[in-house]
């Protein structure tokens, strides 16, 4: 769709796709070059809208911003009254459901179906944490004898960088952006450039809600420009990032020459494991859902599926009959389940890997891709039969709808198998051992891990990973206590003790 018109769908009326722009101390601003990009239908591949490209100038400007904001109202503002403009976001989400999650879907090939709930959470996300910041955000004190009473405080950093990935857009920006306003940081918010429509209406959201001018902005454009300036500005306090390992790693160096705090939420290539005694039907759906839900492009999805011996060709056969089912198609039909890819390069990706799989001796099944839908970035819910572990494909996170299938025997090889990997972000038990559950859930090398579940979250956890999957949690009280604030000792003196006196 090149015209940047009115766009009209089955359900949505009047949602228009303009030109996206960058929103800079409470204002929709061109970037200073004028460079722009075009943003690109997965579907059909044609170019929904153009994006202005951020540069390292607009990234000055939002820090500037940020910090005046920090430094002024937002940052002497009193907490009940932060936490209303907090709950005001979350109000006027839920009355763009709809219109969110169309333009998610459409931005990112994710069914729509998928992307109502996942915009619905995103509302959750700010009244979780106006609920936590008003009730668990408060000191510690520390009496001494009759001498001292020592307290802490947690104070907010003060700007702080936010940079978001594109498979769950929404929903992972506000997991971010919410916490970080909450507790009463400034932000600028650099989403993945795959992405931008949700973050812009994310801008229009809060622009709305009528935050002071500065506290919230949004830099559009590529890595290695919006992204290197933002982590490199002495005035951001903080870098949480959500994406692959090795930018996860350019971050942590480059954030280093001035000393920053960063989150770090990487790849995933998270293991699976059903033992014998496992409730077959549950975990089956469990192995389905956790790879070919979010089209495959989720940092948790259970790439690898580790089948005891004894229930692996039931197992196998179940899963065929389920792939050639999964319903492909158009992601705003809410029939459904699985979409297109991000974008033709991560497609190539994705199929070269499908690839390498037959050159390393997997047998591949694949569901099939109609005629009617081919314009699309499509790969197929894929299995990947006869895999060992050591496999280029079992080790490297391929990111789409592919499922490596490996046998296993006893519980002790199934976790080397399962630990032997450079990712260690979840991880899920299937068996009705509990006491083998508990066993191998504490010896799987991963930050998070489900017994006997999907992947279920709880917003009060701590969200991260092990190893090259990450450093830091976010998520609960660990993102306001542990990354989005500090905390500051003050020492109070209520007697008269000794001191020592030097030159007297």
Known sequence: ????????????????????????????????SKETFENTNPFTNEVINTVSSGQEEDINKAVAAAKEAFEGSWGKMKVKNRMEYINRIAGLIDKDIEEIA??????TGLPISQTKKMTARAAENFRFYARLV??????????????????????????????????APFMLETWKVAPALATGNTVILK???????????????????????????????????????????????????????????TIIRNSADTLKKTSM?????????????????????????????????RCTANSRVFLHKNIKDRF??????????????????????????????????VKRYIEIAKEEGCEVVQGTV???????????????????????????????????????ETEEEVISLANDTRYGLAGYVWTNDIKRAHRVAQAVEAGMLWINAQNVRDLRIPFGGTKDSGIGREG??????????????????????HIPQFGK
């Open 265 to 297: 939420e990487l790849g995933g290539k998270s293991p699976l494991i059903v033992f014998d005694d496992a409730n077959f039907d549950q975990a089956l759906d469990a192995a389905v859902w956790g790879i070919f839900s979010f089209n495959g492009e």
């Open 134 to 167: 008003q009730t668990k955000l408060h000191g510690e004190s520390y009496p001494v004898d009759d001498e001292f009473i020592n307290y802490t405080l947690y104070k907010p950093l003060g700007p702080v960088g936010l940079i978001t990935p594109w498979n």
């Open 1 to 32: 769709m090149r015209n940047e018109t009115a766009i009209t769908e089955t359900g949505m009326k009047d949602v228009h796709v303009e030109r996206v722009k960058l929103y800079i101390n409470g204002e929709f601003v061109e970037t200073s």
């Open 370 to 408: 109609l005629e009617e839908v081919k314009e699309g970035n499509f790969v197929p819910p894929t299995l990947l039969l006869n895999a060992t572990n050591d496999m280029k494909v079992c080790q490297d996170e391929i990111f789409g709808p592919v499922m490596a299938v490996i046998e296993f």
């Open 476 to 497: 609960g009280h660990y993102a306001i206590f542990e990354f989005y604030t500090e905390p500051k000792v003050i020492h109070v003196a209520i007697g008269n003790h």
């Open 316 to 349: 196998v056969k179940a899963l065929k009959e389920r792939v050639v089912n999964i319903k492909i198609g158009d992601p705003m039909d809410p029939s459904t389940q699985l979409g297109p890819l991000i974008e033709k390069n991560h497609f190539n990706k």
């Open 191 to 249: 989403p993945a450039e795959l992405s931008p429509l949700t973050a812009d209406k994310l801008a229009k959201i809060i622009h709305k809600a009528g935050l002071p001018d500065g506290v919230f902005n949004v830099v559009h454009g590529f890595g290695e420009s919006a992204g290197a300036a933002l982590v490199a500005h002495p005035d951001v306090k903080a870098i949480s990032f959500t994406g692959e390992t090795t930018t996860g790693a």
């Open 102 to 107: 169309f333009l998610e879907s459409m931005d």
